[in-house]
């Protein structure tokens, strides 16, 4: 079992970063996959998209294989976003565009959004609204949105809020325990060859 987890913030040391690097340490030490690994869209490591990914463009065959090596080889996905002016960071939603139904097809993936105050739910509604159509990447019921961030996950715990902090490690353990479920039920699903149809290759 491997999941991806898509760190969605521009920023450098960012809060979501944080929440991603607690994720991928809690699929492990809870044995809930045997690899994990972060992406992170700090420093905007992906360039806007243009249609030389549609062309081949070596430049761009060449900068997104470890990308797409890292989502075909998962079996589920976390996607952590920040709240930004009420969105999703533009990075996030520029990384929807490059990806495409290869990687990420018929994959569950859980949101988890962060808020440094009492947000976080508008990422949730814009991610399952318009980054799922042609990728076809398939969003679990659940979902975690992480509010106060700055006051929980924190490696010191005198850094953190005790009750919030319990409650979200256990929030986000239980998730990631529903999330492993449907990589396990959706794998036989894509192996059938009933998700791969050449005449109806984009969403409607």
């Known amino acids: 079992m491997k999941i991806a ?7 450098p040391n960012s809060q979501s970063r944080k929440v991603a690097e607690h994720i991928r340490r809690t699929l492990l030490e809870e044995k809930l996959a045997d690899q994990a690994e972060v992406f992170s869209l700090e420093g905007n490591p992906l360039p806007l998209w243009d249609e030389g990914i549609w062309n081949a ?8 294989a470890p990308l797409r090596e890292l989502l075909q080889s998962s079996d589920g996905l976390v996607i952590v976003s920040p709240e930004w ?13 490059i990806v495409s139904k290869n990687e990420v097809g018929h994959k569950p993936a859980l949101i988890v959004t962060v808020s440094s105050a009492d947000g ?15 990728n076809r990447i398939l969003y679990i019921p659940e979902q975690v949105i992480v509010r106060h961030v700055e006051s929980v996950l ?5 850094h953190n809020d005790p009750d919030a902090d319990r409650y979200f490690r256990e929030r986000i353990l239980w998730s990631l325990q529903v999330l492993r479920a449907y990589a396990e039920a959706l794998g036989p699903v894509r192996e059938s060859g009933i998700t791969v149809n050449e005449q109806f290759g984009f969403g409607m």
């Open 57 to 64: 463009d070596p430049q761009w065959e060449e900068r997104l």
């Open 85 to 97: 002016h009420g969105q999703v960071p533009a990075g996030l939603k520029n990384f929807f565009l």
């Open 120 to 134: 976080g739910a508008y990422p949730v509604a814009e991610l399952r609204m318009s980054s799922y159509k042609n």
């Open 5 to 11: 987890i898509i760190s969605g913030s521009h920023r």
């Open 154 to 158: 924190n490696d010191n715990p005198a």
